[in-house]
């Protein structure tokens, strides 16, 4: 014979929670609370409790077990019976019970064979609760600090994922020196003289910014000055304007600046010097060093 049997709800509805855990998540599936017999309770006090209530020991085991699941949701751990008096425990068997077995009685009965203990009146135990359900109380324990194991978990996840962006931001962010070396590059890259900015501002389409300068230092470096390149900017732009030439028929100024040197066109024209010989009004050539005709 097994050392004890275990008689609980979560055995009444086990072919439910069977049937449930293929059907539905995990987390739907109904945890049923449960209580254990052990074999020798079929002893003397049991056949003590059929004979005060005239009933046959199944009838009388019958009770104890329905008693034992009232108990779990109107005990403490204790098993001390909370904000209830003997009427209150009656509320744990059905009517069909009370109409054959008189309901005080019953629960002086259970006083009497010490199921139930009233070390005080108004105090009711039940008999070595704490003994008999302690794998229950044990199960509530680790379900408790199961849950609470989670909730920490949670909140440790929900602070680290809430730090993730700070850590991320403080891990590319560079050193003081590497911060210096970083403006320092970047100032070379994108610091233009003076007079390409002004040139650029004036420029009627401005794109290709970095190509654009290569063809301006390179015209700079053909002789033209800062001051001819920016007429020449402004002459287009005011040009453009005057004929509504759409943007994308506007050149690029890598292109106005190319080696073609299309800006020429918009410089304005200067009379032609003569160094060593001027024209007198008889469209003559004059030498200016001796005021005579060559001819």
């Known amino acids: 014979m097994k050392s004890f049997r275990r008689f609980s709800k979560k055995c009444q509805l086990s072919r439910f929670n069977n049937e449930a855990s293929k059907s539905y998540p995990r987390k739907l599936v109904i945890m049923l609370a449960w209580i254990s017999v052990h074999d020798h309770v079929a002893g003397g006090k049991l056949r003590e409790l059929s004979k005060k209530l ?8 019958g009770i104890l077990v329905t008693l034992w699941l009232w108990g779990l949701d109107n005990c403490d751990s204790s098993g001390r019976v909370l904000n209830a008096d003997k009427e209150d425990i ?6 069909k019970l ?3 077995v008189d309901g005080i ?3 002086e009965s259970l006083i009497a ?4 203990d009233e070390p005080e009146p108004g105090a009711l135990f039940i008999h070595d609760w704490d003994t008999w359900q302690e794998q229950w109380y044990k199960f509530q324990q680790r379900k408790a600090y199961d849950a609470e194991r989670k909730r920490q978990e949670r909140a440790r ?3 680290q994922v809430a730090e993730e962006p700070e850590m991320q931001q403080e891990s590319i962010k560079p050193d003081e020196d590497n911060n210096e070396a970083a403006d320092k590059s970047k100032q070379t890259r994108n610091s233009y003289p003076k007079g390409f900015e002004e040139f650029w501002q004036a420029y009627p389409r401005r794109v290709e910014k970095g190509n654009a300068y290569k063809k301006y230092a390179a015209r700079l470096n053909d002789g033209y000055s800062d001051a001819e390149l920016l007429a020449s900017a402004i002459n287009y732009a005011r040009q453009c304007e005057q004929d509504n030439t759409e943007l994308k028929y506007i050149k690029h100024p890598k292109t106005f600046l190319s080696d073609a040197m299309p800006f020429l066109d918009y410089l304005e024209k200067q009379k032609p010097q003569i160094n060593a010989n001027e024209e007198n009004g008889d469209g003559k050539i004059v030498n200016p060093w001796t005021g005579e005709d060559d001819d």
Request: with cysteine.
């Open 54 to 61: 005239d009933c046959p020991q199944e009838w009388a085991l």
């Open 90 to 95: 009656l509320e744990a068997f059905s009517q």
């Open 98 to 100: 009370l109409n054959r």
């Open 105 to 107: 009685k019953l629960v």
């Open 113 to 116: 064979t010490r199921w139930l």
């Open 157 to 159: 996840k929900q602070a």
